[in-house]
């Protein structure tokens, strides 16, 4: 029963009830018409209470079904809403791995190319320094066997005395040509010995006219072996 209802039938009882206390009134005595008419409103009253229990009960089933149907609803949105989060965390981590994956890619990428660079730098600078080396190794023993080649002094004045040298040279001072010290010094860190011993070979002058006066210096060859001349010159450079 809804509460239109209800007023209605509350309505009604209370004319019926008005009707038959009109009626009663006009024919029973006044004190059986009152307490007529109280039992007609209590049984409205009676009536009424029962109506809006009905009424209170009806509501209560209408209150649990929409709650039970909200709830419902409400379940069903929360549980579309977790299925979406999920899917949506699922693709975030999906992205986040192929991420991942594609940077760990490339870093191992840089890596390989940079062993190779490295790997290569080092086998050119180990070439490189075994090249040095070697050139090193290679002048160090000229130098060796050019000082194991140079006479003793007392041995290389001889061979001077003996070649007639010591007619126009002496060691440490000026005779007619300049002193073989300073010889050495003009030429120390210069590669001079092929152009001295030709120029002992085959004599001349020009080089030494400030100390000589324009004297030149005669031939010594062949009348002294290129190897003695030789021997000489890596003497004479060696001071």
């Known amino acids: 029963m809804n509460k239109p209802l209800l007023i209605v039938s509350l309505a009604s009882l209370l ?32 009536n009424a209470m029962s109506g809006a229990k009905e009424v209170m009960s009806e509501a209560k089933e209408a209150v ?27 693709a975030a981590v999906t992205a986040a791995k192929e991420t991942a994956q594609a940077a760990t890619a490339k870093t191992q990428e840089a890596v390989t190319a940079a062993k190779e660079t490295v ?25 060796a066997a050019a000082t194991q080649s140079v006479l003793a002094k007392d041995d290389a004045l001889v061979l001077a005395n003996k070649s007639g040298c010591l007619a126009c040279h002496a060691v440490d001072k000026k005779v007619v040509g300049p002193p073989w010290q300073d010889v050495a010094a003009r030429y120390r860190g210069k590669d001079a010995r092929t152009q001295l011993v030709d120029k002992v070979s085959t004599g001349g002058k020009g080089n030494w006219t400030d100390v000589t006066g324009g004297v030149p210096m005669p031939p010594y060859s062949p009348r002294v072996s290129k190897e003695n001349i030789e021997k000489m010159v890596d003497f004479i450079l060696s001071l």
């Open 15 to 46: 004319l019926v009830a008005c009707g038959k206390q009109e009626e009663q009134a006009q024919t029973a005595p006044p004190a059986q018409q009152a307490e007529s008419a109280m039992n007609e409103l209590n049984d409205a009253a009676a």
């Open 64 to 90: 649990s079904e929409t709650a039970g149907s909200v709830i419902a609803e409400s379940k069903e949105a929360l549980s579309d809403a977790a299925d979406n989060a999920m899917a949506q965390t699922d």
């Open 119 to 143: 790997k290569e730098a080092a086998e050119a600078a180990t070439k490189e320094t075994q090249q040095v080396v070697t050139e090193v190794a290679a002048k160090a023993g000229a130098v």
